[in-house]
């Protein structure tokens, strides 16, 4: 069996019990998804490498304590860890970046630097409500899909399998949520910035 074919959770579990190679073809298979996010937000190739390095000795220090609870979601947990990263990059430097996303439509993505006041907290959170009753809004089936991808975190695959469908329908789906749910902001001419 080819070990570039073996899933990521094998091969972490592979790591754990001490197989080098297994975190080997992990980085090799994500690195290059990892580190264009990281540029993404830093936009330095420097600091992008350091970020890229410091989640991986995250990763290996997380795998060796033994604190890696599996779920099989490897590569969105170390994009969480890389994320951050990134995150505590800009609070060193007092400067937080606008982070924008380019796939999905994650309106909850709310960054906190740890100074903001008690009044931005209550607007975040009156916000937040706002959107969960906007998503109220949708039709069953896509609100299921936005719910599970979005608050639940889970994959299109996971999505598919716990609702019965194909996974092309559920990203079809997500897709027609996400396009009712702009129409429902500018119905009530809402305004989600911060």
């Known amino acids: 069996m080819n070990i570039e074919n073996v899933q990521d959770a094998v091969l972490v579990k592979q790591y754990i019990n001490g ?102 907290d209550m607007i975040t959170n009156q916000m937040h409500e706002d959107v969960r009753k906007l998503v109220e809004e949708l039709p069953a089936d896509q609100k299921e899909v936005l719910t599970m991808r979005i608050f639940k975190e889970m994959s299109f695959k996971e999505i598919a399998a716990c609702t019965d469908v194909s996974i092309n329908t559920a990203l079809g789906r997500m897709r027609y949520a996400l396009i009712n749910l702009r129409k429902v902001i500018d119905k009530h001419n809402i305004v989600l910035t911060r």
């Open 19 to 120: 197989s080098e190679k297994g975190l080997e073809v992990l980085i090799t298979r994500h690195k290059q998804r990892i580190y264009s996010f990281i540029f993404s937000k830093v936009m330095d190739r420097d600091i992008t490498e350091d970020i890229f390095q410091d989640t991986f000795i995250k990763v290996i220090r997380t795998l060796k304590k033994g604190k890696y609870n599996e779920e099989g979601k490897f590569l969105p947990w170390v994009m969480r860890i890389a994320h951050n990263l990134v995150i505590d990059h800009f609070r060193r430097n007092k400067r937080m970046p606008k982070f924008q996303s380019r796939n999905d439509f994650d309106i909850f993505d709310v960054i906190s630097d740890g100074e903001e006041s008690m009044e931005y």
